[in-house]
């Protein structure tokens, strides 16, 4: 099966389900299909061709879903970027994907204009939102995505793909601090999709509270499982007031909720989500990171007849990895669990053999949801995907049931929020200010982001370079959510023989 076939089986199965609740906008899948399918015929009419990337700038909405099903329908492969990015990050990242056209909000294309930098002329932009044409200046090929959807015939037939064809792209941060474009197959997607759907028990009665972006993999997970079983998708205004989101919970009688374990931790601490009953939450999710004993603990107590599933995974595996029964929560505290259906996961030795209970290894995993390899990256490839094998980087341990206990990373991603950054993305910034003469970022452990960024930096002799103008130097090129929470000035780095910076020393 493909993400096509799957998308046109539920809109056939279940066309009066509602699909998504956005604001006042709620569309049913009937109403998704020819709205994707409209796109679809628009993008074929504009030279997209199988295989051709278009890139996604849009904050989570109904436009995002017809937007990802009309790509996939013209043959191209989805490449969802992060809106909000900076000019310096999208240009990097449109040079890297050459992109056949973009579909994007309003909003974006004064920062669009400075990305693109004349250095790429996509075919078409079609644009959410009302047109201005301050903002327009310097963008050619711009065209209204509503008017489209309105006055285009739908496809009368979608482009037919096989299940081996690439689907999406997802960008996460590398080793060489270059974000990776991570390439999925509808093969891949789709054998993770029904995989989660099946140990959390879904159906077209499902509805989900997102508050995680679609373009991270996580939230692309949520996105494909309600549509696989015909569910509801219910989309947060915005994850800052907290109280209004449990509102809408309680109002769209919500099945489902799926967070990073910051999201918890601001719920738990911030809003009356600890004192409220939830009649119809049938499950939590928590991924993207270590969820503490003590939220765990705080979750059991609140959520008392609702099931609390620890989940692991990444981008490179289409999403999930393994997951922890909730009747395994308490006596297995601190585990990921097992593979998911369909994946063997391993914890291997440097040699390649098995560890013992207690032994330290490499967390690797088997299975059709593995990514196809790294656009345009074929060395980063062949050191993560290794004989149909995925090396994930993590370290873990086993126990004599053979669950998994992740102890650490063998990769230096700061996990924060959300969010995977490397540090040498931060690293290049702070380095290139003429104050300083080297630098270097750890995440350090934070109860409400997981981790966050704390930059130590070494300046130039006779120069001065306080926090405040470094941060001001860093918001040219960095969005928010990659800024440093701290700068701590130090003599010097401390360093391996091999001049390695040692950042555990650092933390």
């Avoid at 299909?33 to 061709?49: I, P, T, Y």
């Avoid at 997607?189 to 995989?195: G, Q």
């Avoid at 999930?320 to 291997?348: A, F, N, Q």
């Avoid at 990769?411 to 003469?437: A, D, F």
């Amino acid at each position: 099966m493909t993400l096509l076939e799957m998308f046109h089986r539920t809109a056939a199965d279940y066309p009066d389900h509602e699909a998504i609740v956005h604001r006042s906008e709620r569309l049913t899948y009937r109403d998704l299909f020819e709205k994707a399918s409209r796109l679809s015929s628009c993008l074929v009419q504009r030279g997209v061709h199988a295989g051709d990337r278009v890139v996604l700038l849009l904050e989570n909405s109904p436009s995002y879903l017809i937007s990802y099903f009309g790509v996939l329908g013209s043959g191209a492969v989805v490449v969802a970027l992060n809106p909000d990015t900076t000019a310096h990050e999208l240009k990097y990242l449109l040079c890297d994907s050459q992109a056949k056209g973009i579909i994007c909000h309003a909003s974006i294309l004064p920062m669009l204009a400075c990305g693109m930098g004349g250095s790429m002329v996509p075919q078409f932009i079609l644009v959410e939102g009302k047109l201005c044409p301050e903002s327009a200046r310097n963008l050619q090929n711009l065209e209204p995505l509503a008017d489209l959807l309105e006055t285009s015939s739908p496809a009368k037939a979608s482009f037919k793909c096989s299940e081996a064809d690439l689907a999406q792209i997802i960008y996460t941060s590398g080793t060489t601090g270059k974000p990776k474009g991570v390439m999925l197959t509808h093969r891949g997607l789709v054998a993770n999709t029904k995989s989660i759907a099946a140990y959390l028990k879904l159906s077209e009665r499902d509805r989900i509270m997102v508050i995680l972006p679609f373009f991270y993999s996580y939230g692309n997970s949520l996105l494909l499982t309600h549509v696989f079983v015909g569910g509801m998708l219910v989309i947060a205004e915005q994850f800052v007031f907290l109280n209004e989101v449990v509102g809408q919970m309680l109002q769209e009688k919500v099945t489902g909720f799926s967070g990073v374990p910051s999201s918890y931790a601001m719920l738990l601490k911030q809003s009356a989500f600890s004192r409220t009953r939830f009649e119809t939450l049938r499950y939590v999710t928590c991924a993207g990171g270590a969820l503490s004993k003590a939220l765990i603990g705080k979750l059991q107590d609140c959520l008392l007849e609702t099931e609390i599933y620890i989940m692991y995974g990444q981008t490179e595996a289409s999403a999930r990895l393994s997951y922890l029964e909730p009747l395994d929560l308490t006596r297995k505290m601190g585990s990921i669990g097992k593979g998911i259906p369909g994946v063997r996961l391993r914890v291997l030795r440097k040699d390649g053999t098995e560890v013992l209970p207690g032994e330290v290894g490499e967390i690797t995993a088997e299975g059709d949801c593995l990514m196809k390899g790294y656009w345009n990256n074929p060395g980063e490839t062949q050191k993560t995907l290794r004989g149909n094998r995925l090396y994930t980087g993590d370290l873990a341990t086993i126990d004599e049931e053979g669950f998994i206990f992740v102890v650490g990373r063998a990769s230096e991603i700061i996990k924060s929020g959300s969010y995977r950054i490397h540090p040498m993305e931060i690293e290049e910034v702070l380095n290139s200010h003429p104050g300083v003469l080297e630098s270097a970022v750890v995440g350090l452990d934070d109860a409400v982001l997981g981790e966050c960024i704390v930059a130590f930096v070494v300046t130039r002799p006779g120069s001065s370079a306080p926090s405040s103008d470094l941060l001001h130097y860093a918001r040219t090129f960095l969005p928010a959510f990659k800024l440093p929470r701290r700068i701590v000035f130090v003599k010097e780095l401390p360093k391996t023989s091999s001049g390695k910076i040692k950042r555990l020393a650092l933390r």
